[in-house]
């Protein structure tokens, strides 16, 4: 598959079949992960693969809970708020694997405190290229992915982190859906085109 194919037919996959993802496949996700450039090559990220039944049950209840805070504060109206959670009930966001993209924050090259925020962003760059990586490793291999963002609030994130028993040094970068999906996705079009995002200067 050329990059170009797998770059067009990277799409948001929402709705995962009961099949399991193949051991040697999740490693090949992780390998092409690991192959994205990292700031003073420090490779400061941790791949945490949340794959047993129990585990994953926890991490889809974090999920729900955090869709439900993110659209009632975006305003979402009572009956928009019941489809979203027919949408659950039907499984949406359930993968058979999750994978945690996590930067260790106590790893660095500068021990300047002046730049300690700096190398922070540069570290959370890194594992955000080798997300993209992962994700269009996933489409060669016929896997679906979702970047799950509201990961993201504090208290998602600390129940991610104590699942996997990482401390506080540990930040989490994304939270990531892989299997095969249960629906054809067709990639969406992008609103804006390249002449309304691009600036030569």
């Known amino acids: 598959m050329e990059l170009s194919e797998a770059i067009n037919k990277r799409a948001s996959v929402r709705f995962y079949q009961e099949r399991e993802v193949e051991k040697e496949k999740l490693k090949e996700l992780i390998e092409a992960a690991i192959r994205a450039p990292t700031a003073s090559g420090l490779e400061n990220w941790l791949f945490v693969i949340y ?3 129990e585990v994953r049950e926890k991490v889809y209840k974090l999920i729900l809970e955090g869709h439900l805070e993110y ?3 975006r305003g979402l109206s009572e009956e928009k708020m019941k489809k979203l959670k027919q949408r659950f009930e039907e499984g949406m966001y359930k993968a058979p694997v999750y994978i945690g993209v996590f930067i260790n924050k106590e790893i660095n090259v500068l021990k300047c405190e002046k730049y300690s925020e700096l ?5 959370i760059e890194s594992a955000a290229m080798a997300i993209q990586n992962l994700m269009l490793k996933a489409v060669e291999l016929d896997l679906g992915t979702c970047y799950i963002g509201v990961a993201n609030f504090p208290y998602i994130e600390e129940e991610l982190k104590e699942i996997a028993g990482l ?3 540990y930040f989490l970068v994304g939270l990531i859906t892989v299997g095969y999906s249960a629906r054809e996705e067709i990639p969406r079009k992008r609103r804006k085109s390249v002449e ?3 600036r030569f200067v």
């Open 51 to 53: 794959k047993s039944e």
């Open 71 to 73: 659209y009632k504060n």
């Open 119 to 123: 190398e922070f962003y540069w570290a």
């Open 167 to 169: 401390d506080e040094k």
């Open 196 to 198: 309304e995002v691009s």
